[in-house]
């Protein structure tokens, strides 16, 4: 990424999109994840990239060589998400299609994980997917959270925990 950092502070026009290409498909598996919500992950996806770039625009080249680009796009989607969760709290939900049944349903491992998910406090369900699903390291996650990177370790061994307990317990009910 330091490569890249160097390129977006000398032309961020010309190297905004391979930034995208490099980190796109990481924040739209996380915020599928964290979402369970196909169309949603691409919506925030796109916002992020969108206010990132604008926000770059402002910036002064040494700035953007200070970077730590996986966490400021992070930062920026998480607190989408956190933004979008405020506003829908407030008001009523509307009916999605995939329960009108007008698209079809997601494949059936993707809803128990989607249930798996929903089982773990939210910032170990955050840190086990910024983790493991989008590939970020300890450092960026902390930065895309503000969480000290010690309590992040210590969200991500939690989860994974917890998971292995969830999943162990469903396969104890199979087999009964």
Known sequence: MDHLVKALASDLDRHFPVLVSELQHGVFSGLRQLTGDHHRAEDLTQEAFIRAYRAMQTYPAERIKSMRLRGYVWTIALNLLRNQARAESRQPKPVRLEDAGYLPPDPPDSHAWRRRWQMLPTAQ????????????????????????????????????????????????????
């Open 125 to 176: 369900r955050r840190a086990v997917i910024l983790r493991h699903v989008s590939g970020l390291s300890y450092q960026e996650i902390s930065d895309a959270t503000g969480r000290p990177q010690s309590t992040v370790r210590s969200d991500v061994r939690r989860g994974l925990g917890r998971l292995r307990t969830i999943i162990d317990g469903e396969d104890n009910r199979s087999i009964q």
